[in-house]
């Protein structure tokens, strides 16, 4: 970049739980800046969570923060040209990158999802990152032996 980086703004938590993650991911899950109706989107789904889950121990709140770590991942691939050839080389992921990318796995693939409403959909994906299946995990898996796949070039890396 031509100029210095742009700083990191900081976000204010959300209203029922006080969390920043939690308006982090109601920042992506917002279409046409409707903060309100994603919020409302993403506490419906906490709800019906809350009904559905397995484990008694655990707050649904809880649950959606092992769901977004159980899609976290931790290598990806990066293209890098070399000499004419072009590779796909395994790096590390920094940490505010793995926790963008696992938000937006889970709200793409909960989108895509075929119950009724954003928020039933939007609870199923969470249930079942939770219990480690669903779309948005096998999208990490995917990453994870695509960087497997890749080892050998690891010493290219820049």
Do not use: C
């Not at 590779?87 to 693939?109: C, G, H, V």
Request: aromatic share 8%.
């Amino acid at each position: 970049m031509r100029k210095r980086r742009a700083k990191k703004r900081i976000l204010l938590p959300d209203p029922k739980f006080n969390d920043q993650m939690v308006t982090r991911f109601v920042n992506n899950l917002m279409w046409d800046g409707k903060k309100s109706t994603a919020f409302r989107v993403f506490y419906d789904a906490i709800a019906i969570v809350e009904e559905k889950k397995q484990d008694e121990e655990k707050s649904a709140l809880e649950t959606w923060k092992d769901a977004l770590g159980n899609v976290m991942p931790h290598v990806e691939v990066r293209s890098r040209r070399i000499g004419g050839a072009t590779f796909q080389i395994p790096m590390q992921i920094r940490p505010d990158r793995k926790i963008s990318m696992a938000i937006k796995w889970l709200i793409s693939y909960a989108r895509k999802r075929n119950e009724k409403t954003m928020a039933q959909r939007l609870a199923a994906e969470i249930l079942a990152a939770a219990k480690e299946e669903g779309a948005a995990v096998k999208k990490r898996v995917d990453v994870h032996k695509m960087a497997e796949a890749n080892k050998a070039f690891s010493h290219f890396r820049f």
